[in-house]
């Protein structure tokens, strides 16, 4: 993968970045930062190299520059949840990588939230992702959100869009190749696979397409 700066300079800015917003000691939790750090990037390179997003890719290689909001969010979601993963103890660093990928970005994606591998974003700001079931490729713009209703979160299938101001609340289950249009809002509903959803709930408008419709979509 290209990077827009060295993998020293990224380490240097991520450090310096938390040290300034909250605190970073210099022994173990540098390291650890450090060791995730490797472990995003990686993530990210497997992640950014799905996308058709022209920005994610220069001279025919994955490119990741950590001053486009999009990638920096992605990025800093898989190092946050890395350190949650790999160590648990360490669940106060990864709060404070989450709130740095919050203040940065305005997106609020817990550690916690478990996203795909493949998962994609185009300007994530005020978006708020809560702990449902997401599979691959899904995508999400400004303003989303996904919530629960009665403790009840929504389950997703594969390459499903959410555009702008769309709102998935409750016990949903959205089924694959889904794009959900901008400012709908689903609470409580099934929406089936190869379809287009307009409206807010109960009112709601599926249209059913050809699952190739959904390839470029």
Partial sequence: ???EISRSKLQKLVINQIESLFTLSHGKERNILLSCIDMALERSEYCFSYTKNKY???D????????????????????SNSIFSSYPEAHNLADRVYYLNKTLNGLDLFYQVEMPSIFFLDHP???VLGRAKYSERFSFSQNCTVGNNK?????????VKMM???KVLGNCRIGSNVIIS???YIKDF??????????????????????????DA
């Fill in 190 to 215: 099934d929406i089936p696979s190869c379809s287009l959803v307009f409206g807010i709930s109960p009112n709601l408008v599926i249209k059913i397409k050809d699952e190739e419709y959904f390839k």
């Fill in 151 to 159: 403790g009840i979160y929504p389950t997703f299938g594969q390459n």
């Fill in 125 to 127: 700001v005020g978006s």
């Fill in 164 to 166: 702008a101001g769309s």
């Fill in 60 to 79: 025919g290689e994955t490119y990741f520059n950590p001053f486009h909001s999009g990638q920096n969010s992605i990025f800093l979601y898989f190092l």
């Fill in 182 to 184: 901008a400012n709908s």
């Fill in 1 to 3: 993968m290209i990077l």
């Fill in 56 to 58: 994610y890719s220069k």
